[in-house]
């Protein structure tokens, strides 16, 4: 289930492999799964990666590698940007359903711990959303060395050269132009 409670586009069905030995592992591939993230993670064209589970003697181990591109907006001049992320997941995943039984399992003992839904599948979605929310860079670049705004008019500076001459002081600042360290010439 995702966040708001509707079905994941990312949800595997794992009954069959609950049924199995310890050791058996199945793997999934997924391309351009469209994702619905909240706050202000944008994907471009969905998630696309790799799901490998394998059947543990308490439930499931899943390892996952997903890919995709973040809309974000360049920390410095601003443009919208589409960032590469590649992120790894690793979780323990327990039923929450006892299959041999069919009860629900207690889970007060290990209540952060990753549950299957109550159809045995795993919900890929929430797991994504918090591994994309981690990897999101805190200051975007559409490139190492943009040279952002300029700070008096708010041009592009990566447009050309750009010169605004002389910049007068701020008044507020004037009492400062006689100010001077011990040993320093005037320069007035």
């Known amino acids: 289930m ?41 994907l471009i064209d969905g998630v696309g990666g790799r799901l490998h589970v394998m059947r543990t003697n308490r439930g ?9 591109q973040l809309r974000e907006t360049c920390s410095r001049c601003l443009r919208e940007v589409a960032i590469p992320i590649k992120v790894t997941i690793e979780e323990e995943v327990l039923p929450s359903i006892d299959v ?19 159809a045995h599948e795993l919900d890929l979605g929430p797991l994504v959303f918090d591994a994309l929310s981690l990897a999101e860079p805190i200051a975007p670049l559409c490139r190492p060395d943009c040279p952002g705004l300029c700070p008096e008019c708010g041009t592009d500076l990566a ?20 100010f001077r360290v011990d040993g320093e010439p005037d320069t007035d």
Do not use: C, I, K, M
């Open 60 to 68: 499931l181990y899943a390892q996952a590698e997903v890919h995709g």
């Open 100 to 118: 041999a039984t069919g009860l629900r399992v207690d889970r007060s003992a290990e209540p952060d711990t990753v549950r299957l839904t109550e």
């Open 159 to 178: 447009t050309g050269p750009h010169d605004h001459g002389e910049t007068a002081a701020d008044p507020r600042l004037a009492v400062l132009r006689g």
């Open 2 to 42: 995702t966040r708001s409670g509707a079905p994941s586009a990312l949800a595997f069905p794992l009954a069959g492999l609950l049924a199995e030995v310890p050791g058996v592992s199945r793997t999934f591939t997924f391309e351009e799964v469209p994702l619905e993230l909240e706050r202000d993670l944008e």
